[in-house]
């Protein structure tokens, strides 16, 4: 079990109030109540499109109802949008997923793994909080075990973890 603050719970059961949960909500989300315009954009460059940046965790129980909702409301609004994710590093059992996360985008397989990860938590209860259950999930995928051993701590996942920790605090 990973151990969690008092805060880190504070900040699930805020999140958890006000997050739109509904299809409705998500469908029509405003500026002001909904959400807010950073006053200095992020780096990254968009292209002339929206830059959305999804902030997660996989452990969280909202994050994993709003998926569905958020890859439905990707699918109307992907010529209009940049979609990014940043996976949440609050602390260093959140950090063990965000270097899984990463590890996965280096290795190509994010998207085919993303959707099963966030279902092995949440629907098979799986305990996925240290490397060596992490490299038995990511070999069921089809990934070779040293390989992801390699990439999990790589330094490019390392300074990424870093940057995702700064932006998401």
């Not at 002001?32 to 452990?59: C, H, M, N, R």
């Not at 996360?101 to 240290?130: C, M, N, S, W």
């Not at 070779?144 to 932006?167: K, W, Y």
Request: contains cysteine; charged residues 25%; glycine residues 8%.
């Amino acid at each position: 079990m990973i151990p969690v603050s008092r805060r880190d719970i504070l900040k699930l059961c805020l999140l958890g109030l006000v997050l739109p949960l509904s299809r409705h909500a998500v469908a029509a989300i405003e500026e002001g109540f909904d959400y807010k315009q950073l006053p200095s954009p992020l780096p990254g460059d968009a292209g002339g499109k929206t830059d959305v940046l999804e902030i997660f965790w996989y452990g969280c129980p909202h994050c994993y109802q709003l998926q569905p909702l958020l890859e439905e409301w990707r699918g109307r609004h992907g010529d209009a949008i940049q979609f990014r994710r940043l996976p949440a590093a609050l602390n260093e059992g959140w950090a063990v997923h965000a270097r899984a996360f990463y590890t996965a985008e280096a290795l190509g397989v994010l998207e085919r793994i993303h959707a099963p990860f966030f279902d092995a938590l949440h629907v098979q209860k799986r305990p996925l909080y240290d490397e060596e259950s992490l490299a038995g999930f990511f070999e069921e995928q089809g990934v070779e075990p040293a390989r992801f051993r390699e990439l999990f701590h790589s330094f490019s996942v390392d300074i990424q973890v870093r940057q995702a920790t700064g932006i998401a605090q």
